[in-house]
Nanobody, 114 residues
Framework: QVQPVESGGGLVQAGGSLRLSCVAS????????IGWYRQAPGKQRELVAV???????NYVDSVKGRFTISRDNAKNSVYLQMNSLKPEDTAAYYC????????WGQGTQVTVSS
């Protein structure tokens, strides 16, 4: 069973940027959809971005034009570039397959101050 490790979160002011990274303990080359999820306190976990093995990408409406997902199968890694961050982006961010099949990692906390 694959265990992802997320990193790159932090505290940033509104309008700032962060780049999240996720490294999987197993190969990602055979996996179709891999995505970034986030969970804010008191809210359900939501899928914010997904990238297929063929490069097709989808985003939740609230992050379109601000976030960019990418993957590097040679490094078993997935990335999320987050620009123009807003306080409502504050959450713990996780990567997993879509639909999720891996164990959930510890996530990386993103906090955006106003």
């Amino acid at each position: 069973q694959v265990q992802p490790v997320e990193s790159g979160g932090g505290l940033v002011q509104a309008g700032g940027s962060l780049r999240l990274s996720c490294v999987a303990s197993g190969s990602t080359s055979s996996i179709n959809g891999i995505g970034w999820y986030r969970q804010a306190p008191g809210k359900q976990r939501e899928l914010v971005a997904v990238i297929s093995s063929g490069g097709s990408i989808n985003y939740v409406d609230s992050v379109k034009g601000r976030f960019t997902i990418s993957r590097d199968n040679a490094k078993n890694s997935v990335y999320l570039q987050m620009n123009s961050l807003k306080p409502e982006d504050t959450a713990a961010y996780y990567c997993n397959t879509v639909p999720y099949r891996w164990y959930w990692g510890q996530g990386t906390q993103v906090t955006v101050s106003s």
